[in-house]
């Protein structure tokens, strides 16, 4: 049963420049949720995906932006990147109701030069 | 906003001792999390807890859900090396605005000397 999945591990932009990250939930969920952890600090909540729609928004601009598919992977993009948006982006995938626990993957570690 | 205070931010133990951490928010949460984190890794759930007053095992780990729905804390007992890393609580709000969302609070870090 895989987990939570996400690609690509590591990732290096420079400033203004754009970025797509990808996750694919634990096997039988169909909610996706994206975090920001900047180092040393816990997780940020960014937005949460289910049936392809944003259910759920944190306070980040509209510069992150996001699209769920039909087989409930997900995306997450970032435009004009800023050098303060360097950090470990987690994707974390959960099954329908509000309650239910929330799986995370890997993570992608960015960094903007 | 919503937050959560955890404590402490760190700690140094010997092999064996027991370990206490805990959360408090001044808003009320239905449920309460606790992940750990090793470096360049995702959390990993440890205990999940739903009701106020919930007391729940997982091996050395003893976590409880406070009767106000506002705090929780986490006891690992007979520490061991491979304890050591970044333990993170996280609170969840059921409802219309807050659906999924997540608060952590900044994390303990434990450090284990053999």
């Known amino acids: 049963d895989a987990g939570v999945t996400q690609s690509p591990t590591h990732l290096i932009k420079t400033r203004g420049q754009q970025v797509t990250l990808r996750c694919s939930p634990k096997?039988?969920?169909?909610?996706v949720s994206w975090y920001q952890q900047a180092l040393g600090q816990g997780p940020q909540f960014i937005f949460q995906y289910y049936e392809e729609e944003e259910r759920q928004r944190g306070n980040f601009p509209d510069r992150f932006s996001g699209h769920q598919f039909p087989n409930y992977s997900s995306e997450l993009n970032v435009n004009a990147l800023l050098l303060g948006d360097s950090a470990l982006y987690l994707c974390a995938s959960s099954y329908g109701t509000d309650q239910e626990t929330q799986y995370f993957g890997p993570g992608t570690r960015l960094l903007v030069l | 906003g919503q937050q959560l205070n955890q404590s402490p931010q760190s700690m140094f133990i010997q092999e064996g001792e027991d370990v206490s951490m805990n959360c408090t928010s001044s808003?009320?949460?239905?449920?309460w999390l606790w992940y750990k984190q090793d470096p360049g890794e995702g959390p990993v759930l440890l205990i999940a807890?739903?009701?106020?007053?919930e007391l729940t095992s997982n091996g050395r780990l003893t976590a409880q859900f406070g009767i106000t729905r506002k705090d929780s804390f986490l006891n690992i007992s007979a520490s061991i090396p491979s304890d050591v890393g970044i333990y993170f609580c996280?609170?969840?709000?059921?409802?219309?605005?807050?659906?999924?969302?997540?608060?952590f609070g900044q994390g303990t870090t434990l450090q284990v000397k053999p």
């Open positions: 807890l739903y009701k106020a007053g």
């Open positions: 096997s039988g969920h169909d909610t």
């Open positions: 808003s009320i949460f239905n449920t």
């Open positions: 996280a609170g969840q709000v059921q409802g219309s605005s807050n659906t999924g969302k997540l608060i």
